[in-house]
């Protein structure tokens, strides 16, 4: 397997971004800066944020990386993409959630791995809002662990009815459409992936409350009792579910990575404001070496967190053009596996170290390092927990023969 470092020229680095990703990116920008109030009334508020879809279908910015041929797609690289996700992350990974379901595990899986005739038919109404998309892989009892699912379908007429129950589905309660993952009846193996309308007679969403942070964000448990589902709402081949499935995860932890920087960003700028202004000892609390430490590793996370992102972004562009290249897949699959892990623990490190700078008052939802600090423990968990993600990047330089679970 070539090394990472073989798709970069390192004497033509550049970080620069191009004039047509600046005027993306101040368009995202825009339209965080607008946004940052109701996100902030309905957090305080406890409750789900359901103004998200039309404020951001209104700024064209619910079809990032789709192709132009699709509605609203915006055709986005993944480089643009993972730094317009950044900066959605500032505001808060609740938000962040809805952009890395409804783009990543739904668009970009679809984009992937549908027929022309489902792209046509999903993809535009997605990209304006008219039909927001969930992923449903996670399970009560198959979390980290996908070949224990126990949702299953039957094939009768040409048609095929799935039943079992799907848990911690962000957008569940809001989607249209959720791409679920469910195998034969009676068997392990042939797992496949479905386009299921959750109209659909026996599908129920229930939303999950007493959550420890996310309150902005849906995040359901899903019912299904025999839910039909027509043979053109296969998606990708027979069988090949869990490919698809490791595929809409690969797309998901590239979201959560960039999330995450965009989260060490707001810590950081938050902790300057704060010790720029608060006294204590007769002085600002900027000046006291402790403090400054916080700062300093912070900053310093930031860096190396926004370096892995730009590297998984760049290969998986690669991978987006080339995408038979079985040795470049799994290139991009390591990478975007430790830039989320990386990123995810950085991001809740920066929040505790902003809450430690702000004292008591940053023990407080009113200010940003709390919520930050709720909110960022679940991306240790979701799209890989750290454990996982540490037996599979050791995987990476051990080799095969050394899976843990063989």
Not at 159 to 171: A, C, E, H, N
Not at 293 to 306: D, F, P, Q, V, Y
Not at 323 to 328: G, H, K, Q, R, V
Not at 349 to 370: H, K, M, T
Request: proline fraction near 3%; hydrophobic fraction near 40%.
């Amino acid at each position: 397997m070539p090394e990472q470092d073989e798709f970069v020229n390192l004497s033509k680095m550049s970080f620069d971004v191009t004039e047509e990703q600046k005027l993306i990116l101040e368009q995202v920008d825009r339209a965080c800066r607008e946004f940052r109030p109701v996100e902030d009334r309905y957090y305080l508020e406890h409750r789900v944020n359901d103004q998200v879809k039309p404020f951001f279908a209104k700024a064209h910015l619910l079809g990032l990386p789709v192709s132009r041929k699709y509605g609203d797609g915006q055709g986005s690289d993944m480089v643009t993409y993972a730094l317009a996700v950044e900066r959605i992350g500032r505001e808060g990974t609740g938000l962040r959630t809805f952009f890395s379901v409804h783009l990543a595990l739904g668009q970009m899986t679809i984009q992937h791995w549908g027929n022309e005739e489902q792209k046509g038919r999903l993809l535009p109404p997605a990209t304006r809002g008219d039909a927001i998309l969930a992923f449903g892989l996670t399970e009560p009892s198959a979390g980290s662990d996908p070949a224990s699912l126990k949702t299953y379908f039957e094939e009768k007429g040409g048609r095929y009815y799935i039943t079992g129950q799907k848990m911690w589905i962000s957008l569940g309660s809001t989607a249209k459409y959720v791409l679920v993952f469910a195998y034969p009846k009676g068997k392990s193996t042939g797992m496949c992936a479905f386009i299921v309308d959750s109209q659909s007679s026996g599908f129920r969403a229930e939303l999950i409350q007493h959550k420890l942070g996310l309150p902005t964000a849906d995040t359901s448990t899903l019912y299904l009792d025999e839910v039909e589902v027509a043979r053109e709402d296969l998606l990708g081949p027979p069988g090949k579910g869990m490919s698809v499935a490791l595929s809409g995860l690969m797309n998901g932890r590239l979201s959560v990575a960039a999330g995450c920087v965009g989260v060490i960003q707001d810590c950081l700028d938050e902790s300057v404001r704060y010790a720029s202004m608060r006294f204590q000892h007769g002085k600002l609390i900027g000046k006291h070496q402790l403090v400054q430490r916080h700062i300093g590793l912070m900053s310093t996370n930031l860096e190396a967190a926004k370096l892995l992102l730009l590297k998984a972004a760049f290969v998986k562009q690669k991978y987006e053009e080339d995408p038979m290249n079985a040795e470049l897949r799994d290139i991009t699959d390591l990478a975007c596996a430790r830039a989320k892990y990386f990123a995810a623990n950085a991001s809740f490190d920066a929040a505790n170290r902003a809450v430690q700078i702000f004292g008591a008052n940053g023990y407080s939802l009113e200010n940003r390092p709390a919520r930050h600090l709720a909110d960022t423990r679940v991306t240790m968990i979701y799209e890989g927990a750290n454990e996982i993600m540490e037996q599979k990047l050791a995987l990476g330089s051990l080799g095969s023969g050394f899976e843990a679970y063989s």
